[in-house]
Every structure is written in structure tokens, then in C-alpha cells.
């Protein structure tokens, strides 16, 4: 049997004969691009955008279209009380779900209520199969196990393009005290620099409480290290120890 050798223009006609008979085959097609449409369509995304941020600094709420535009970053944050890693196994589903269904470029939240020094995957791990993620998880490391369940601790991370964005240096940061109070991404490396923050204020507790409260669990750290403030003035402060400024997104 002779072996075949085709050359590349026989391969190149070929190959345009095999794509003219499919169904959705168009001839390429060399467009100029209209200035005036262009513009048109910026001015309509300017005017949606600033819709929208109007609805926000309104206090408003509400539903949010499944459509998301070219260039369009959409952030989410949710106060999870407790993410139910092995107890409500759902609320990992129906975040997933969300971040699938709305397109969500970055996730952030607070209140994952787990030890995850105590879970083999954490909760970055869990997030969006088969997609790329990049982001933390923080909690309260400063003592030993106290219970699976520790109260408080934020995340954040970048959903899939994005994570290309994501400073490979110095991008992923956390709260140094090691509480878990705050965490962040830095989105770019050169001239422009966007930091996404993900933070926990925590609230004063009860006078009933069982001592295990995001407050308490602060209140003694920094009652330890000489600072008796309350834990939400430090937080808004910084230590008293430091000069840094911090700026801090109330959930």
C-alpha cells in the first residue's frame, strides 16, 4: 500500500471544503470596527454601572441578571454563618451553584465557623471544581483546638481568569496577628494595584455567653499581648503596638 503525502495546500483546501459543508459555517468576514457603536455600547455600561452604584450607596437591594458583560468584575460576600463543612453540606453546593450560575470573579465572605487546621481540604480547595481559584482562608490560630467549630474567620479568593490578575508575589495576605480577622488578593503587579479585602468586626457578646465568641476569642488575645481595648476598636485602629492604617470593608 503506497503511503499518502499531500502537500499543505492540498491539506489547506481540504480542510476549507470539510468546513463549508457544516451547518454553522460562515465566510470569515474583515469588519471595521464603528467608532460610534463603540461608543454607544460604553455609554450604555457607564450608564448601567453607575445605576447600579446608586442603588448601593442608596442602601438598596436586590435581584442581579445572570448577564455579565466583557469586562465586568462581579464580587461576591456572604456572612455564612458556618460554611457546614460536614454538617450542612448544602451551603458548599449552593455557593458553588451561585458562582457557576452569576459568573462570580471573585468570592469573599466571613464567618466560615471551622478550625481548618482540624479539615483536611480547605475551604479554596472546595470552591468551584475544575476551575482556577487563587485566594486564603483565615482563622484563629493563636492557641491549641478548642472545638471543630471555632467561631469567626473570613476568605476570599480570585474564580477563575482572574486568578492570572492575582500578584504572584506578596498577592495573598491575612491578618498577622494570626486571629483571622481580615484577609486580602492584590489584582495586578505593575502601576495599578487593586486590593479586594475581605474583614469581621466582630459584635459584643451577651452576658450569657459561653466565652467562645469571635470577641471573646480577640479580647483575650490582645488582653494577653498588654492591649485592653475592645476588639472592634483595635480592629478599626489597628494595635496599639503598630503604626500600620488599615482599611476595613464592614460585612
Partial sequence: MKSI??????LRDVVKSYDKERADYSVPMNIDPDLAAV????????REINTLLHLLHEGGVGSIGHDKRAGWVRIMFENFNSIGIGTQGWKMDRLNHLIKQLKIDIVSGCETNLDWRQQSDDMIDLLAPTQAKRGIVAHNTTGDFLHRNQRGGTMISAIGRLCD????TDGIRQDPTNLGRWCWIQLGNDDIR??????YVPCKPGRNSAGE???EQQQCYFQSIGDFRDP???MMEGPSHSDTVMAVCWP
Fill in 39 to 46: 461608543d454607544r455600547a460604553s455609554a450604555t455600561e457607564a
Fill in 232 to 234: 472592634d476598636v483595635i
Fill in 165 to 168: 490578575t492575582v500578584s504572584s
Fill in 194 to 199: 487593586t486590593y479586594v479585602v475581605s474583614a
Fill in 213 to 215: 465568641t469571635v470577641w
Fill in 5 to 10: 503525502q499531500l502537500s499543505h495546500s492540498e
